[in-house]
C-alpha cells in the first residue's frame, strides 16, 4: 500500500494557531476526500521548547504534516495546487512504511490522540551509504531507542521518492510516539530517567545522522481515517 508523507509549512508571518486552523478547517476535509484511502493522519505542530529548526526559503515554516495511506500519487499531487490556494506551502514524499512498535488506539477517530510526538525528518551522515545508513536506523537504533526512550509508538519512514523539486533530501522521517508531551520535554524522562542514557544515544545517532541538517520537533496527531 503506498503511502505519502505531506509536510505543510506556512509563511512567517501566520502565527502556528491559524495555521492549524486552516489544516484543520479548510485542508483536511480536502485531504479526507481522496480516492483510495486506507488510513489518514493529520499532526499538527505543537510550538514550544522543540519548535521546528527550520525555515523555507520564502519564509515558509513547519506548521504540520498528512501521512496518507492507500491514494495514488496522482491524486496526492492534485492536491498541491490546493494547498497553495490556501496560501500555504508543502513538501511531499513517497516513503516506505515500518512500525516496529504500535500503539492500541482505543479514541475515536477525529479527535487528538493521547500524548504527543517528537517528529524528525534526516539526512544519512556524509559518506555513508544506503544500505549501511538503512541498516544502523533499523537494525541498531532501532532497537536502542524502544529500549531507552518510554515510547508509546515508533513510526519509522524509508523516503522513496520527493514529490516536489523543493522538497529537502531527506532519506528519513520518523515519529516518535509518547504518552505525555513531558515524556518529550523533560530530558530525564525522554532518556529513561538515566543521565548517561543521552550519551548513549547521541553517540549512536552520529554514526549514521547527519546532525546538522537534522529537522526535529514536536506535533500533535490526530487520526482521521
Do not use: C
Not at 14 to 26: K, P, Q, S, V
Not at 53 to 76: H, L
Not at 148 to 172: A, C, K, M, W
Amino acid at each position: 500500500m503506498p503511502r505519502f508523507l505531506i509536510p505543510i509549512l506556512r509563511p512567517a508571518e501566520l502565527e502556528n494557531g491559524a495555521a492549524t486552523e486552516l489544516i484543520d478547517e479548510r485542508l483536511t476535509p480536502l485531504v479526507k476526500n481522496l480516492n483510495g484511502l486506507e488510513k489518514l493522519s493529520v499532526e499538527r505542530q505543537i510550538e514550544g521548547p522543540m519548535t521546528f529548526n527550520t525555515k523555507r526559503e520564502g519564509g515558509f515554516v513547519f506548521a504540520g504534516m498528512f501521512t496518507i495511506d492507500g491514494s495514488s500519487r496522482q491524486d496526492v499531487e492534485a492536491l498541491f495546487r490546493e494547498i497553495r490556494r490556501l496560501g500555504l506551502e508543502l513538501y511531499g514524499y513517497e516513503v516506505a512504511a515500518d512500525l516496529p512498535l504500535d500503539y492500541e488506539q482505543t479514541w475515536p477517530l477525529g479527535v487528538d490522540s493521547p500524548g504527543a510526538r517528537q517528529l524528525s525528518f534526516l539526512r544519512k551522515k556524509p559518506g555513508l551509504d544506503d544500505d549501511r545508513f538503512i541498516h544502523h536506523w533499523y537494525q541498531v537504533h532501532g532497537p536502542l531507542a524502544m529500549k531507552i526512550h518510554p515510547l508509546y509508538r515508533y513510526d519509522r519512514n524509508r523516503v522513496l521518492e520527493r514529490l516536489t523539486q523543493e522538497s529537502p533530501d531527506f532519506q528519513g522521517i520518523v515519529g516518535l510516539h509518547f504518552r505525555q508531551l513531558e515524556d518529550i520535554t523533560e530530558p530525564i524522562r525522554l532518556y529513561g530517567g538515566d543521565p548517561a542514557n543521552m550519551k548513549i544515544i547521541m553517540d549512536d545517532v552520529q554514526q549514521f545522522i547527519d546532525l546538522p541538517t537534522m529537522m526535529i520537533g514536536v506535533t500533535r496527531e490526530r487520526l482521521l481515517v
